[in-house]
């Protein structure tokens, strides 16, 4: 696979130069060089894409528009290297975004992945629209670290630049960038000032960011799409998670369509894998550029599945607007976009926020836990961040983090889902995973499910089932307080199924199933825990209680043994059946029982619909034909009739019987003993 430029652009003499200098001798060192992805964030012609050239030589703007115009209209990228404190060299990688209001949905597309941010703010205009509207979205994603800095130094005289200066250091005090903790620094992209000291800054902030989690289920939010011609599809993006090698299987969602990779590259070089925190091409096999575009998702295949809602920890800027119950919103996270609508859980901790028509909504600068439906399904985990914009006009709301991708589909009170949102947000993975059994009652928690829910993977799940304290049903777990729910369920309807039926002998498995509605493998598990526990028994289809087999009356007790008599005496010229009841003394359902009683213990046997001989006398009847086998090894109706003194009406069926039974097969008239 060629080299593919991520920037999407031609190099300049400079740039290849120190693309050279900076490029490792091998993709084994990539893999183990600390790569940081920086973003920039700032109004309209602040000099964002200015600055990231002159840290690295590469001109992040790569669209002829953007060149005629003069302004970023479209995410751009550069990579360089840098010293770090330690002596080690970083791999940065830069994500250019555009400042004008107009293209702040772009800016979002870009944003999305990086570890710090440069607040770029021109010392001849200051702090503008867009730097304040940037600056909201990198403190709503959470973004934990960056750089102020003041760009075009060399406009500006040493009092202005100090009076700039001043108005950035007030404007982002207390802030992740109070300027105690991130110094600002001046620079000009025209003269180079500022320019090492930026460089010697960018090292030391990102030898503290936090390394990305290689060891992860794999996720590449697609920023761009395009076809090299001799390769095919091409994607690139910023890998926020996992590891990506060379031949494995993806999907790319929201539509799961499966690919394979057939070649990596990281910052433009080639590899066999690319690991979080890298900006990453991909040569896909398998899928079309009409297949994929920006906002689209590859991950980990058969982990995960797309959402059409999430449940959400939702903040609004104290600047924002209200928001209503069941706003339409614009959603963003990573690269993706689609419309949204908000509907607020009531908190019962805080303020009760309703408009003067009673209706709930979101007081500026206020939380709350929400549930956001989709235009379209994503792919969103736990712990996404997302910015939510207006719907018209469109400017930013607020943001959140994504707490539950999988909603339950039941309604739930909303103290309840706020309880298990809370856990969802400040809980340990096992307090997380618990909660997530829980509250699906006796449905449960598939051990598969587990991944795509929690985002780990297979054996972590399995590891941290094991801990948590579950009940494991065949791969399928239950909380403890479920499970002894269906234990119950069971018991009463089985003592209820005894008290209506006290001549049956039991309930079948799937009529008891179906009755207490349990899924089987929780079912089956239950069945065999209360067997354990000596509640009740189990014989072959059959289920009663222990103690609560069939329960008889006397004139029941003294109407069974007649019938069985009455078959047993008779032979193989038995009586009819309705004979038999005729003289009983129970009613005839209880009568009809008591013969499915004797049926199911194969006291008596019935051969046909009218038929029924007693069990001693069919055993009697195979022991004489089995005798006949060694002096007339076949035998006819005639010779049956004459053996068993029985007529027509009764040899045919017995004939029959000693068939299906393989004691007899038919040949013609005749039947051959086996």
């Not at 989709?374 to 207006?390: H, K, M, T």
């Not at 509640?535 to 059959?542: F, P, R, Y």
Request: positive net charge.
């Amino acid at each position: 696979m060629p080299r593919i430029k991520i920037s999407g652009k031609r190099s300049t003499p400079t740039s290849k130069a120190a693309d050279k200098s900076a490029r490792p001798a091998g993709a084994s060192i990539l893999a183990l060089m600390k790569s940081v992805i920086i973003g920039t964030a700032g109004h309209i012609d602040h000099g964002k894409t200015a600055l990231v050239k002159a840290l690295t030589g590469i001109d992040a703007d790569r669209l002829e528009e953007e060149k005629r115009r003069g302004i970023t209209i479209d995410i751009g990228f550069a990579h360089c290297e840098l010293p770090a404190p330690d002596g080690s060299r970083i791999r940065l990688g830069f994500v250019d975004v555009p400042g004008h209001e107009r293209f702040v949905r772009n800016m979002l597309a870009g944003v999305g992945g990086i570890d710090l941010v440069l607040l770029v703010i021109a010392a001849d205009e200051g702090i503008k629209p867009q730097t304040r509207e940037h600056f909201d979205i990198c403190r709503l994603l959470a973004i934990p670290r960056g750089i102020p800095v003041l760009t075009k130094s060399d406009a500006v005289d040493a009092e202005t630049l100090g009076v700039v200066r001043v108005e950035v250091e007030d404007y982002l005090r207390g802030s992740f960038l109070d300027p105690a903790k991130s110094p600002i620094v001046a620079v000009s992209s025209l003269t180079g000032a500022g320019i090492d000291e930026l460089k010697s800054a960018l090292a030391r902030v990102a030898s503290e960011a936090t390394t990305k989690n290689s060891a992860s289920l794999a996720r590449l939010p697609i920023d761009r799409v395009f076809t090299m011609k001799g390769f095919g599809t091409v994607v690139t993006g910023t890998l926020v998670a996992g590891t990506i090698r060379r031949d494995e299987e993806f999907e790319a969602f929201p539509a799961g369509q499966r690919v394979r990779v057939r070649g990596v590259q990281v910052h433009g070089s080639s590899a066999e894998a690319a690991v979080a925190g890298q900006r990453t091409a991909l040569n896909l096999v398998g899928v079309s550029t009409d297949d994929l575009a920006r906002g689209m998702m590859l991950a980990t295949a058969g982990s995960f599945h797309s959402t059409s809602r999430v449940d959400v920890l939702l903040t609004l800027l104290p600047s924002a607007k209200p928001l209503k119950d069941g706003a339409r919103v614009h959603f963003h996270a990573y690269t993706s976009e689609t419309i949204a609508e908000a509907r607020l859980y009531e908190t019962k901790h805080e303020t009760k926020h309703e408009t003067k028509h009673g209706a709930k909504q979101l007081k500026p600068g206020d939380e709350t836990y929400a549930q956001l439906r989709f235009a379209e399904p994503l792919l969103l985990l736990p712990g996404d961040r997302f910015i939510v914009r207006q719907f018209s006009p469109v400017v930013t709301l607020g943001g959140g983090i994504v707490l539950d991708a999988s909603p339950a589909t039941r309604k739930q009170r909303a103290e309840d889902t706020n309880a298990f949102l809370k856990i969802m947000r400040d809980g340990s993975p096992a307090e997380v995973l618990a909660a997530r059994v829980a509250r699906r009652g006796v449905i449960g928690l598939r051990l598969n499910d587990i991944p795509g829910e929690m985002n780990i993977w297979p054996e972590e799940a399995a590891k941290l089932a094991a801990n948590a304290g579950l009940v494991d049903c065949q791969q399928m777990l239950v909380a403890p307080a479920a499970f002894a729910i269906a234990k119950t369920d069971v018991l009463q309807a089985l003592k209820k199924f005894h008290d209506a039926n006290p001549l049956v002998a039991g309930m079948s498995k799937e009529e008891l199933r179906d009755r207490v509605n349990l899924g089987p493998e929780l079912f089956y598990r239950v069945l065999e825990k209360l067997a354990e526990e000596k509640k009740l028994e189990v014989a072959g289809e059959l289920v009663h209680l222990s103690g609560r087999g069939v329960v008889m009356k006397d004139e029941e007790a003294e109407s069974k043994k007649i019938i069985e008599q009455a078959f047993a005496s008779a032979g193989l010229k038995v009586p009819s059946l309705k004979e038999v009841l005729a003289g009983l003394k129970v009613d005839k359902i209880r009568a009809q029982k008591i013969v499915t009683l004797l049926l199911r213990d194969k006291i008596l046997i019935k051969i046909s619909e009218e038929l029924l001989f007693h069990q001693t006398a069919l055993t009697d009847l195979r022991l004489k034909i089995a005798a006949l086998k060694s002096t007339a090894p076949k035998i006819d109706v005639a010779h049956f009739k004459e053996m068993t003194g029985v007529s027509r009406k009764y040899a045919i069926p017995l004939l029959e019987y000693l068939d299906r039974e393989r004691v007899t097969r038919r040949v013609g008239d005749e039947r051959v003993i086996l």
